[in-house]
């Protein structure tokens, strides 16, 4: 069978019935059996990639910033390059993208992928406004049975992700009440950077914006170190979320995990006063999380730049966690950051006796490396944990909080219809684009 031809299958086959002999020419990681990709972003995150897509065969390369692009094409020469990744997406050998370009972009490039039969791991966050976050989720759900997605939350792959979710199931603290996760990153920037000159020619800004809105250019966007640059505009409304999207798309997910939370009834924001520039730097949100086939609705929260929940015990001092989450159940808490929790059972009543951990057979099977779990499910070997139905719905619950936020008040959520109960915050649901770009092309 040709490459393509086999890799086509597989992906059809989807990942149940497939089961293929390890040591022939069809096996996975066989030589003809390697994925086509095209990595979006070729420094900083991007870098990050490289060892994982360096096992397969690296086509396409695509960056705005041609000296970014130089940089990969040494590593993987015999990549075709390009600025644009619209005209990247068009090569017609491609099998799968890696997007690690700016937020602004990652919904455009997710959906432009699928609608072209890629499969696709896209950083977080998937998506910039919640409209953005259901279009990809749509996108997704018409291409499920045929395509790999991950969004790029690769913490989720640490054990400690499992355990947790292991002892909420399990009854470790009760029936589950409420849940939230915080963090503790600040960077706080005035607004928008003035005009500084014009770009240098070998960056292409005009790309870089995309569908955003016109800004001047200003080399302090780029002046962070290798996959830290994110930090110089993420907080930026046009480019990014802050800290909602940045490692709130981390943090929540390890309290996600654990919950299975479909999308919310209302969302409530609250925190500094709206900068028409700057996303918050300190913020609370609020959502009401309905009932499911194994616990009641519940309250979920997220908390950043210094907001922080109520400490369970005068002992515990919540601050000391930068990026944690806790769970609140009838009869006792877990506090857990990223590789550890603590469980606290609640008075001095509670034996335990109602508590049963599951056997060592029963443990949630660990991931193993997170972009090598999305490369296998390419290829027809098993599921990736972070698809785009599960991401888009966290970031679409995260990103309507930032909305009532805006709106400064209480809304509630159609999840179904994408529509709130306040016009003004329908209208921040979605983005403008400039002329020229579309979301789902
Ligand atoms: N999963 C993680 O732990 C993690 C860590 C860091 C960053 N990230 C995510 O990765 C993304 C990139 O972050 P970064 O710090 O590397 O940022 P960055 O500003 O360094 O950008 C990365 C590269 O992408 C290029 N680029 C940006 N927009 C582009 C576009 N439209 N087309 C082509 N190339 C483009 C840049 O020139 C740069 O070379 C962000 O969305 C960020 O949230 C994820």
């Not at 046009?238 to 009834?265: C, E, I, K, R, Y």
């Not at 949100?285 to 194994?294: E, G, K, L, V």
């Not at 922080?308 to 808490?333: C, Q, T, W």
């Amino acid at each position: 069978m040709k490459r393509r031809a086999f890799l086509k299958s597989v992906a059809f086959t989807g990942a149940a019935g497939l089961i293929l002999p390890r040591t022939t020419l069809f096996g996975a990681n066989a030589p003809g059996n390697k994925l086509n990709i095209a990595l979006l972003g070729t420094w900083g995150r991007g870098e990050a990639h490289f060892a994982g897509i360096a096992k397969e065969n690296v086509v396409a390369l695509c960056d705005v910033n041609e000296k970014h692009l130089a940089f990969a094409a040494q590593k993987f020469p015999g990549a075709t390059t390009y600025v644009d990744w619209r005209k990247c997406l068009d090569q017609k050998d491609l099998d799968a993208v890696v997007c690690c370009t700016a937020d602004h972009t990652h919904a455009f490039v997710a959906n432009w992928a699928m609608n072209r039969g890629k499969h696709i791991y896209c950083e977080k966050p998937l998506a910039n406004s919640v409209e953005e976050a259901r279009v990809v989720r749509a996108t997704y759900l018409k291409n499920k049975n045929k395509l790999a997605t991950q969004v790029g939350t690769q913490r989720h792959a640490i054990e400690n992700f499992n355990r947790v979710r292991e002892m909420v199931r399990d009854g470790a603290i009760g029936e589950l009440v409420e849940a939230c996760a915080w963090g503790n990153r600040q960077l706080r920037k005035p607004g928008y950077l003035p005009a500084a000159g014009e770009p240098p020619a070998d960056f292409h800004w005009d790309l870089w914006l995309g569908p955003s809105p016109a800004h001047p250019w200003n080399p302090e966007y780029f002046s962070g170190s290798s996959g830290m640059n994110c930090l110089q505009w993420n907080m930026y409304w046009d480019f990014g979320s802050g800290q909602v999207g940045d490692m709130g798309s981390h943090t929540m997910d390890l309290a996600w995990n654990a919950l299975d939370a479909g999308l919310p009834v209302s969302a409530e924001g609250k925190g500094e006063p709206v900068n028409p520039d700057v996303s918050p730097v300190k913020l609370e949100t609020h959502f009401d999380i309905p009932a499911n086939d194994w616990r009641p609705a519940i309250r979920l929260a997220w908390y950043q730049g210094g907001a922080m929940p109520e400490s369970p015990s005068p002992y515990v001092d919540l601050n000391r966690i930068d990026h944690g989450a806790m769970f609140e159940g009838s009869k006792g808490v877990i506090i857990a950051d990223f590789n550890s929790r603590i469980l606290l059972p609640r008075g001095n009543q509670p034996d335990m006796t109602y508590y049963h951990p599951r056997t060592k057979a029963k443990l949630i099977p660990p991931i193993g490396d997170f972009q090598q779990q999305w490369v296998n499910a390419c290829k027809g070997n098993g599921k990736t944990s972070c698809d785009f139905d599960y991401g888009s719905k966290l970031i679409e619950m995260m990103l309507l909080g930032l909305v009532s936020y805006r709106v400064g008040k209480k809304i509630k959520y159609d999840g179904t219809a994408g529509q709130t109960d306040d016009p003004q915050a329908n209208e921040l649901l979605r983005r403008t684009y400039r002329p020229g770009w579309t979301l789902n092309g």
